[in-house]
């Protein structure tokens, strides 16, 4: 295995792709909105990445076996937009680690003449969320225009000066490319897996891309969800824990 | 020395050998079960393994040698199954190395034409075990199926997601290279080391692999454990110190 | 990109120029006395340093455009004295990157025929500062003498036995190249900000190098950030939270 | 500069010289017994050794010069023995890079055909030392023989298992090599330079290598240790504050 190892499935001629990346981060809603996607649209899968800037570990599935850490890309054709949608289990966890991975997907996306990239996650302000809200931030000022008229708020003080990870990296490096790139950031408290965030960023999503999607299992998914948080709402009232978001892998 | 430094004592040839991993880690389960089978089976080093992935320290042994990190591999012949065994003082202290080391043992393993690997190791849930049970996981579904039979638990929800160093990594980096592999972790507390789960490993690992093992040095060990357990729990009405797992090496 | 890339927009051509570092750090004096100078003498940008040594993550404008972490060179010709003037988001957040990204800083001044260095920064004392003052250390005892002539101080116990990061790697390693290098350090609480210490730093700069810059913008952010200090000192008197420097970013 | 920069001034030729190693660490006892023979013996200074692993700092001399971190090798010549002496401001800060700087170390130790290796360090034991003692540990049990006809002592369970940083690694290192090497470890409270520690390591070594030295000055030190240990004392008497070991540089 080398420091990056890009296993391909599959050849698939796309036209002028857009990429979609959702990768595990804040309220995991950017890997909620990219899975839904892929199961929605029966996306199939392309190619693995590994890295040894992955955690040491492997995953064990709910029937006793292992996969390794990797990053998946997923692609699907049809007569409005050809999607590459990329996703996995784990993000880099050293700093060098995130710069050549992030690389490696530019140069993937290049060899199959991505039109742009949507990059995707959540933005933790620490407390309920009231009012469903996408934040964003662009590689080019044309782009912050467009998506504003899709009513993505751009914020003089946030997202809090930057974005950490693949969602910023592949802006920044995609920059330096002439790809032009936007984040989309779902408004979450940062303490729980947040569904409803992603049907809210899944909700821009569509109306930019001007496709449908059926978002009845995100929906199940935030009622789910809604119990839980009152669960914990009610034992709030007795101590007050703040949970850590690694600690929500298994209440997704 | 290179990153990784491979010092080869003997040549052997085996038969389709079984490779058997047991490193230190929770409980150090996986490294007494290795110790004692190697003790038993008069098993024969044929190799050691220096890295700069190690703490960079020396151990000190009690006769005021010293010895620098190193993994070792045992060879053992026999009629009914031949057996790699791998041990050592310590596992990567670096991610990358993690990676790089398990690679390094996959590659011996395949020169060796292992036919399956199993890794060991504990699983520390945090309080006395009462019933000693063993867990698995492993890289193929078949193997699941074979495992349970010999009464290895697959649970849903445990062991916890994932599993950490070279017990996963020898699974996962198997999985993309086709060698079989099995993870048995032996339930423990995480608090000590824990010859009686290493008994319960051995004794479903002699099952597997058809051998029969002299158990008695184990079984005196997790008696002076016990011991210890008592005098520990004595302490613990006075005052309840969580002893860290490092904090162990003496106690050994 | 490379590990360190060097994007070059401008070949300019200079006069024996003297290179001024200033990169964020303790109460952001250095950064702010590059950007004040930058400004004021209309200082044009001629490269671009990006790294993987740099934090994983892009940086918002107000404008809802990202940009990649990176350092920047400014050139400034002028008859009294050439300049180039280093300034940027960031430094290297690993041991190896601060080395090789002062010794590529090293590669382009000894390209632009560098004579002398100065690099700037703050000496946070963790209380708040009575008479403004600037400190000093060189690569080169005779450059001790000199600056002692601008009033800046030498102190037996300070800065404290070691200057961490460019502003000490540059005046190090240019030891070993034969660039003669002066650190100047302006005294600051390190809990703010401190465009007073700034301009500290900068009056004695400028007399050093027989300059003549207006100071106002320095002096309107001094006021400014006085206004903040107030207000602190004021919540202060209920409770005292000690402001951690990255959290300051937003008042800018 | 290099990963690892060695730049030699002088050339020597010497008679199977015997290595000391006194580098930075617990009681600083290492570094002042090396110190001490340099100064004693009059030795001189053949190479410098520059790293990328030590910390991305220069340290501010009192006259106001700066100087980057490195180790520094001393040759000394005599009837009797001729040495050389490791000394340096700092160790390495990555693992890799403690394994990278010992294995150069042993090249140039060889080049120098080097007959034994002494590695001086302090034992912390978390409490005032009652009676100056020397631990020892060595990388061949012949060694460990010699070792005790001086006085030192070999503990089962001391030094706790493990020797971390080069005073560990160039005995396990060297052993791979072939060449004997000896660990002499002072025992010492572990919170303070303590110049008697060293005192204790030097006699050892003197009777060892069969040499005689003045020992006035680490005496003198030592008196003005106890002073500042008084003082310490009687502040405890107020308050109990553990002062950590990189606080007490400014107290040498």
């Not at 947040?194 to 299992?217: F, G, H, R, T, W």
């Given at each position: 295995m080398d420091e990056i190892e890009v296993r391909e499935f599959k050849k698939v001629k796309l036209k002028k792709p857009v990429m979609i990346e959702g990768l595990p981060g804040v309220g995991n809603v950017g890997k909620l909105v990219a899975e839904h996607i892929i199961h929605e649209l029966n996306a199939e899968k392309i190619l693995e990445l590994y890295s040894?800037?992955?955690?040491p570990q492997v995953l064990v599935d709910n029937d006793g076996t292992v996969r390794l850490s990797k990053n998946e890309l997923y692609a699907c054709k049809s007569k409005k937009q050809d999607l590459l949608i990329l996703t996995g289990d784990q993000q880099s966890v050293t700093n060098e680690g995130h710069y050549l991975i992030a690389e490696t997907l530019l140069d993937i996306a290049q060899q199959h003449d991505v039109s742009r990239i949507y990059t995707l996650g959540g933005y933790g302000i620490g407390q309920l969320v009231e009012k469903q809200t996408v934040l964003g931030a662009a590689n080019d000022a044309e782009l912050v225009a467009e998506m504003k008229k899709y009513g993505v708020e751009f914020r003089e003080e946030e997202p809090g000066g930057s974005i950490v990870g693949a969602s910023g990296l592949l802006l920044g490096l995609g920059q330096l490319r002439g790809i032009p790139a936007v984040c989309l950031l779902g408004l979450t408290s940062g303490y729980l897996v947040d569904p409803k965030s992603a049907q809210a960023v899944l909700a821009v999503l569509c109306q930019v891309l001007n496709i449908e999607l059926d978002m009845q299992a995100l929906k199940d998914r935030a009622e789910e969800m809604e119990k839980v948080v009152e669960r914990l709402r009610e034992m709030e009232q007795a101590q007050v824990p703040r949970v850590?978001?690694?600690?929500?892998g298994y209440i997704r």
């Amino acid at each position: 295995m080398d420091e990056i190892e890009v296993r391909e499935f599959k050849k698939v001629k796309l036209k002028k792709p857009v990429m979609i990346e959702g990768l595990p981060g804040v309220g995991n809603v950017g890997k909620l909105v990219a899975e839904h996607i892929i199961h929605e649209l029966n996306a199939e899968k392309i190619l693995e990445l590994y890295s040894w800037h992955f955690p040491p570990q492997v995953l064990v599935d709910n029937d006793g076996t292992v996969r390794l850490s990797k990053n998946e890309l997923y692609a699907c054709k049809s007569k409005k937009q050809d999607l590459l949608i990329l996703t996995g289990d784990q993000q880099s966890v050293t700093n060098e680690g995130h710069y050549l991975i992030a690389e490696t997907l530019l140069d993937i996306a290049q060899q199959h003449d991505v039109s742009r990239i949507y990059t995707l996650g959540g933005y933790g302000i620490g407390q309920l969320v009231e009012k469903q809200t996408v934040l964003g931030a662009a590689n080019d000022a044309e782009l912050v225009a467009e998506m504003k008229k899709y009513g993505v708020e751009f914020r003089e003080e946030e997202p809090g000066g930057s974005i950490v990870g693949a969602s910023g990296l592949l802006l920044g490096l995609g920059q330096l490319r002439g790809i032009p790139a936007v984040c989309l950031l779902g408004l979450t408290s940062g303490y729980l897996v947040d569904p409803k965030s992603a049907q809210a960023v899944l909700a821009v999503l569509c109306q930019v891309l001007n496709i449908e999607l059926d978002m009845q299992a995100l929906k199940d998914r935030a009622e789910e969800m809604e119990k839980v948080v009152e669960r914990l709402r009610e034992m709030e009232q007795a101590q007050v824990p703040r949970v850590r978001e690694e600690e929500l892998g298994y209440i997704r």
